[in-house]
Structures are given as structure tokens and as C-alpha cells.
């Protein structure tokens, strides 16, 4: 009983430091998972066979690939190319960016997207002399509701599928048409909520028209290969499931593939991994699996089952809205961290068909996340680039714009989940 109660003190502790921001989330997962083991509740063997070393893998592929080729220059000469094609006009141009943001934080990471094109939004709202706030509110939109589109696109939906034994092919069939519909919904209010600040002026749209895209590649060999790579690391998540191979060893390949051609030491290459979220994840991991261990997720399990009688509706529903609102005030990482072995123990009771029940948790996971400022790592990144160019993001400014949106994505995926699943 000890272990129980003394394995939710540390979970519930770390989760509230992560909360106040006054220590770095890596450093309070870190020490939580050395707690554990210091505590007994598991050993150390234990602690590193509950860490999901997939998750790791496909992590670390990815970030590698995408370090290699942001030294390209391809993600500003794309994000420009999209302010061309929309012939310099600001509510397109938001548009444009929005729909590419979305895109490449389906494929990518979406903290590494939203890095790469607010600086590109800013250079642009200056030459158009319109507020940015409008622009970089999409992204922000349009680079969460991008990740939930696909296997890799979001931490929740890498872990989802790999303790679900849920491939790439299984997020596009399942996930793609509802995120796809919110984003097309966001930017159709968005259009009309901003049509007023975005006013066009044909001397400054000249202007756009007049850069040169071509000037934003640094290196072409570098981006074609990339290119290459990046198709074949596709190719390889479409076809993974067929190849009886994991995702990370898919991205791992990807990344091997890449470091071959000599653009940086392996040394220099390594170091754009971001190893703060790897050891972040290593240590939640090992947190959770505490509490897994100590028969706290089996007895959350049946009280959930007792509130939602083992209803199918009932258990999803419960699922989606608590996973959006909670993901909306909280880092959604840890919380599905949290979720997934109570899932996987739902099931395991209760005998529901449990594969909507995963979607239901990576739509309100991963959509949840638009709710507020500090709802996911992208958000944050976004406010601090804000700030530094003098437009400061405010707590309340966001949550009076993104948390009616939010709510909105998640009536949206009830209607997507119960039409298609549950009906």
C-alpha cells in the first residue's frame, strides 16, 4: 500500500512543478524517475524496460532529419514560395502559411515548424505593414490541429501508436479527415475574424512579389538529398507496418541515411536532437511506470469503468473531453503518458472494442492543446519569438480566441467519433 500512495505523491509532485514552470520540466522528470527507483518501487532494470525506447527512437530519427535539413534552407524557401503563390495578399498569405504549417508539423515537428516560419511571418507582416498577431495566431492553430493528422505530427500520437500497435497508415485512415475538416473550420473563422486587420495595399504586396525564394536555399545538394530521404522515411511509416518494423527504426534509418553524406561531424549533427525532451520523456516514463507497477492505474481503471458503466459512447466521450480540457492547461505529453496504461487496463477489463477510445484520446489530446497559451510546447515557442520581435502574446488575449476554438474542434471530433464509430 505504501508503494501505492508514495508512487502517486511523486507523479502528482512532479506533475505540479511542471505545472509552476520554476524548475525545467526535464530536470523535475529526471529526478521523479530517479526517485522511484531510490524509493524501491522499482528497480532499475524495471525503470528502464518501462521507458517506450520506440517513442525514444522515432523521436530522435525525426529531429535528427529535420537538424540536417533546416541547414537547407527549404522550410523558409517553402514558407515564402507560400506568401508568392498567394500574390501578397495578407488574409491568403495567412492562409497559405497556415495550410503549410499544418502540413509540415503533420510530417515533422511542429516546436522545429513553428521556429522555422514565425520569424519568415514577422519579415512578411513588416514589408505588408499589417499586424503579424493574425498570422501567427494561425500558425499556431493550424501547427496543432497539423499534428494530430498523423503518427508522428505530435509526442501524444508517438505514443499512442506505439503502445496501441498503431501504424501510420491507421493515423491517416482514422485522424486525417477530422483534423483536416477543424482546419478548414479554424481558418474560415479566422478569415473572418481578421479580414479587417489584414487590408491590402498594392505597393507592399509588390513588394512580396519581388523577393527572391531562390535566395532563402543555402545549400541546393543538401536539400535535394534531404528531400530524398525525407520521401523514402514516408515511404518507409506507409509501409512499416507491412515490413514488421517499428517506426523507429524507420526514422532511425531516415536519420543513418542522411548522416552519410558529410554536411557536419556526427558531433554537430547530435547536437540538434533536442536531448532536454528525450530525457524528459525517459523520466515520465519511468514515473508512470511506478504507479503502472503499484496497481494505480488498475484501480483508476475501475473506477472509470464504474463511472462509465463500460459504455463504449460514454467511456470515449469521457476520454476526448477530458483529454482536451485537461491538455489545454497542462502539457498533454505527460498526460497521455498517464492515460495510455489506463487505457490499455480499461480495455483489458472491461473487453470494449478500445481502437476509437485511442482516437478519442489523440483527437482531445492533441487538439486540446489550442485551448491556452501554455497548452503545448509549440504555443510557448511562439509567445517568446512574439515577444522578442516586440508583439508580446497576453494569457488572456489567446484564451479569449483559442479556447472557443478548441471547443469547437472537439464538438467536431464527438461528431466525427459518434458518426463514424459509435452510431
Same mark, same amino acid.
Given at each position: 500500500?505504501?508503494?501505492?500512495?508514495?508512487?502517486?505523491?511523486?507523479?502528482?509532485?512532479?506533475?505540479?512543478?511542471?505545472?509552476?514552470?520554476?524548475?525545467?520540466?526535464?530536470?523535475?522528470?529526471?529526478?521523479?524517475?530517479?526517485?522511484?527507483?531510490?524509493?524501491?518501487?522499482?528497480?532499475?532494470?524495471?525503470?528502464?524496460?518501462?521507458?517506450?525506447?520506440?517513442?525514444?527512437?522515432?523521436?530522435?530519427?525525426?529531429?535528427?532529419?529535420?537538424?540536417?535539413?533546416?541547414?537547407?534552407?527549404?522550410?523558409?524557401?517553402?514558407?515564402?514560395?507560400?506568401?508568392?503563390?498567394?500574390?501578397?495578399?495578407?488574409?491568403?498569405?495567412?492562409?497559405?502559411?497556415?495550410?503549410?504549417?499544418?502540413?509540415?508539423?503533420?510530417?515533422?515537428?511542429?516546436?522545429?515548424?513553428?521556429?522555422?516560419?514565425?520569424?519568415?511571418?514577422?519579415?512578411?507582416?513588416?514589408?505588408?505593414?499589417?499586424?503579424?498577431?493574425?498570422?501567427?495566431?494561425?500558425?499556431?492553430?493550424?501547427?496543432?490541429?497539423?499534428?494530430?493528422?498523423?503518427?508522428?505530427?505530435?509526442?501524444?500520437?508517438?505514443?499512442?501508436?506505439?503502445?496501441?500497435?498503431?501504424g501510420f497508415v491507421d493515423f491517416l485512415a482514422n485522424v486525417t479527415l477530422p483534423a483536416v475538416t477543424i482546419l478548414a473550420v479554424?481558418?474560415?473563422?479566422?478569415?473572418?475574424?481578421?479580414?479587417?486587420?489584414?487590408?491590402?495595399?498594392?505597393?507592399?504586396?509588390?513588394?512580396?512579389?519581388?523577393?527572391?525564394?531562390?535566395?532563402?536555399?543555402?545549400?541546393?545538394?543538401?536539400?535535394?538529398?534531404?528531400?530524398?530521404?525525407?520521401?523514402?522515411?514516408?515511404?518507409?511509416?506507409?509501409?512499416?507496418?507491412?515490413?514488421?518494423? /517499428? *517506426?523507429?527504426?524507420? !526514422? %532511425?534509418?531516415?536519420? =543513418?541515411? @542522411?548522416?552519410?553524406?558529410? #554536411?557536419?561531424?556526427?558531433?554537430?549533427?547530435?547536437?540538434?536532437?533536442?536531448?532536454?525532451?528525450?530525457?524528459?520523456?525517459?523520466?515520465?516514463?519511468?514515473?508512470?511506470?511506478?504507479?503502472?507497477?503499484?496497481?494505480?492505474?488498475?484501480?483508476?481503471?475501475?473506477?472509470?469503468?464504474?463511472?462509465?458503466?463500460?459504455?463504449?459512447?460514454?467511456t470515449g466521450l469521457l476520454v476526448l473531453w477530458l483529454s482536451a480540457v485537461a491538455s489545454a492547461f497542462v502539457d498533454n505529453i505527460p498526460f497521455t503518458a498517464a492515460m495510455i496504461p489506463l487505457?490499455?487496463?480499461?480495455?483489458?477489463?472491461?473487453?470494449?472494442?478500445? /481502437? *476509437?477510445?485511442?482516437? !478519442? %484520446?489523440?483527437?482531445? =489530446?492533441? @487538439?486540446?492543446?489550442?485551448? #491556452?497559451?501554455?497548452?503545448?510546447?509549440?504555443?510557448?515557442?511562439?509567445?517568446?519569438?512574439?515577444?522578442?520581435?516586440?508583439?508580446?502574446?497576453?494569457?488572456?488575449?489567446?484564451?479569449?480566441?483559442?479556447?472557443?476554438?478548441?471547443?469547437?474542434?472537439?464538438?467536431?471530433?464527438?461528431?466525427?467519433?459518434?458518426?463514424?464509430?459509435?452510431?
Open positions: 500500500m505504501m508503494e501505492f500512495w508514495l508512487s502517486i505523491g511523486i507523479f502528482l509532485a512532479a506533475y505540479a512543478m511542471i505545472m509552476l514552470e520554476k524548475v525545467h520540466r526535464t530536470v523535475i522528470a529526471m529526478i521523479g524517475g530517479v526517485i522511484v527507483v531510490w524509493a524501491g518501487i522499482l528497480s532499475q532494470e524495471k525503470a528502464f524496460a518501462s521507458i517506450d525506447w520506440n517513442t525514444i527512437g522515432l523521436l530522435t530519427g525525426m529531429m535528427i532529419i529535420v537538424g540536417i535539413t533546416r541547414q537547407s534552407g527549404l522550410f523558409e524557401y517553402l514558407a515564402i514560395k507560400s506568401a508568392k503563390l498567394a500574390k501578397g495578399e495578407p488574409i491568403p498569405i495567412m492562409v497559405a502559411l497556415a495550410v503549410f504549417t499544418a502540413v509540415a508539423s503533420a510530417f515533422l515537428d511542429n516546436v522545429t515548424t513553428v521556429l522555422l516560419v514565425v520569424p519568415v511571418t514577422f519579415a512578411i507582416a513588416d514589408r505588408l505593414e499589417v499586424p503579424a498577431f493574425p498570422m501567427v495566431f494561425a500558425e499556431i492553430m493550424a501547427s496543432n490541429i497539423g499534428g494530430t493528422a498523423t503518427l508522428i505530427g505530435d509526442p501524444p500520437n508517438i505514443m499512442i501508436g506505439s503502445a496501441a500497435g498503431l479554424t481558418l474560415g473563422i479566422l478569415v473572418l475574424m481578421f479580414r479587417k486587420q489584414l487590408l491590402s495595399y498594392p505597393e507592399k504586396t509588390a513588394s512580396i512579389m519581388a523577393v527572391n525564394d531562390e535566395e532563402y536555399i543555402k545549400d541546393r545538394a543538401l536539400m535535394k538529398r534531404s528531400l530524398v530521404v525525407l520521401a523514402l522515411t514516408m515511404l518507409g511509416f506507409v509501409l512499416h507496418q507491412a515490413l514488421h518494423l /517499428e *517506426s523507429a527504426t524507420i !526514422a %532511425l534509418t531516415g536519420a =543513418a541515411l @542522411l548522416m552519410l553524406w558529410p #554536411t557536419d561531424s556526427p558531433e554537430e549533427v547530435l547536437l540538434t536532437v533536442d536531448w532536454t525532451t528525450i530525457f524528459f520523456f525517459a523520466g515520465l516514463f519511468i514515473m508512470v511506470g511506478g504507479m503502472e507497477h503499484a496497481g494505480v492505474i488498475e484501480a483508476i481503471a475501475k473506477k472509470s469503468l464504474e463511472l462509465t458503466h463500460g459504455h463504449l459512447v460514454a487505457l490499455e487496463t480499461v480495455g483489458s477489463i472491461s473487453h470494449i472494442p478500445m /481502437e *476509437s477510445v485511442w482516437w !478519442a %484520446l489523440s483527437l482531445g =489530446a492533441c @487538439l486540446g492543446g489550442n485551448g #491556452t497559451l501554455i497548452g503545448a510546447s509549440a504555443n510557448v515557442i511562439v509567445a517568446g519569438i512574439s515577444a522578442k520581435y516586440g508583439r508580446p502574446i497576453g494569457f488572456i488575449e489567446f484564451l479569449k480566441l483559442g479556447f472557443p476554438l478548441m471547443l469547437l474542434s472537439i464538438v467536431l471530433s464527438s461528431l466525427y467519433l459518434y458518426l463514424f464509430y459509435w452510431r
